[in-house]
């Protein structure tokens, strides 16, 4: 038991934001996959309004993450700002159930939900609050951990609202499950203490928003983040690519998709805890690179798929490769800016909505010029090409 559980789970805070990050992913788990459903089927949105509409939540996200995690330094803790964050949640959520229309839909989308995404890093900031004092290979375990319950979140929900909702003539008591999971987690925000004595220190580096975003976009800072985010975004392609890779090249079914997605999130979930071990004997930038191969490795396997069992044979190398990605960045990240945690974790959603950006060019551009298969080879191209930014940040940009 003492192997499966490391010592450094046992701070309440630590548990707490584990469970809380849980709810999180609950509610983007129980609507993500329906919501372009719920947008253009059932209240009419065009295609292109809900394009739009999606990129701009994700900038306005990454502003929002930005300037909360800064103030949450300033404030030197983060339970106000988690609380804020959980209620646009409940709003924004609830809203949409309750007054369905394209007009709620949009402004939710736009405004309220944005705010409700910037938990997301406000939770790894409060984890990484309470590890102050702690080695870096227990941060590590710690971010590994919490983010694997969004993993599970994403196991475990999107298969019980579809068989819940399955007789449903709408899926917009989704959105009602997904607010139900905010106040859960507005109820776990109170567990936390009122202040934390780790972001004490951190409270004193007074930053104006401003230079809170300067700092963010200085070129020491700005070219780690897009080497990652180009790392990552082969993360997005294969969401993008493999559904339709499976149901072509490979002959397989949307059920094997299903299937598939499945299997890689359980191995995902078991992979970020061996990632985290293997980090005790590697420093993070080593592990990124590995796993960074690895999941190159499985995309251009993907791209030469032709039967169905490739796909399903392909399964472990991806488990293992995206393990690797989704967890040990968001340790590289709040590293860059290590004194103040909050605008640290903000890196993440900055590293996200990159990473999206470049995943749908590469998606434009090799569905443009080649296959589907040839784009999920393209992607794996970028993701090496992550690899060769990073080295050179850390060997030419150190002093920067």
Not at 361 to 371: C, H, P, Q
Request: proline share 3%; with cysteine; glycine share 8%.
């Amino acid at each position: 038991m003492h192997r499966l559980f490391p010592d450094v789970f046992r701070s309440p805070a630590i548990r707490v934001s584990m469970i809380a990050i849980f709810t999180f992913g609950f509610a983007s788990a129980a609507t993500g996959p329906y919501r372009s459903v719920v947008a253009i089927r059932e209240l009419g949105l065009s295609n292109g309004l809900y394009s739009a509409l999606i990129f701009a939540a994700a900038a306005v996200n990454v502003i929002v993450s930005i300037l909360l995690g800064n103030l949450a330094d300033r404030l030197g803790e983060y339970r106000s700002m988690m609380f804020l964050a959980a209620a646009f949640g409940i709003a924004g959520y609830g809203a949409i159930y309750i007054f369905p229309s394209q007009g709620i839909f949009v402004l939710s989308v736009l405004l309220l939900l944005p705010v409700y995404g910037s938990l997301n890093s406000l939770l790894f900031a409060n984890a990484r609050a309470a590890t102050r004092g702690m080695s870096g290979t227990d941060i590590a375990t710690v971010n590994s951990g919490i983010r694997s319950m969004i993993s599970l979140s994403w196991v475990l929900v999107p298969g019980v609202t579809g068989v819940l909702l399955s007789e449903s003539a709408s899926m917009l008591p989704a959105y009602l499950f997904a607010c139900i999971s905010c106040i859960c987690c507005f109820g776990l925000i109170s567990r936390f203490p009122p202040r934390q004595k780790g972001t004490d220190k951190a409270a004193t580096h007074h930053l104006s928003h401003l230079a809170a975003l300067g700092e963010v976009i200085s070129p020491r800072i700005l070219a780690r983040v897009i080497a990652v985010a180009l790392i990552t975004s082969a993360l997005h392609i294969n969401d993008a690519i493999l559904p339709l890779i499976v149901t072509d090249a490979a002959r397989g079914t949307l059920a094997d998709v299903g299937i598939i997605v499945g299997v890689v999130a359980v191995l995902e979930i078991v992979f970020i805890i061996v990632w985290a071990r293997i980090l005790k004997q590697t420093g993070q930038v080593t592990a990124l690179v590995t796993g960074t191969i690895i999941y190159a490795a499985y995309l251009l396997l993907l791209g030469l798929a032709s039967e169905r069992w490739h796909a399903y044979a392909l399964t472990v190398i991806s488990g293992i490769g995206a393990a690797a990605l989704i967890s040990i960045p968001i340790t590289y990240l709040q590293d860059l800016i290590a004194e103040r945690p909050g605008l640290g974790s903000a890196l993440i959603s900055v590293n996200i909505f990159l990473s999206a950006g470049v995943s749908a060019l590469v998606f434009a551009i090799g569905s443009f010029i080649t296959t589907y298969s040839g784009t999920s080879i393209i992607g794996a191209l970028f993701g090496i090409s992550g690899i060769g930014l990073l080295m050179y940040c850390n060997t030419r940009l150190r002093a920067v």
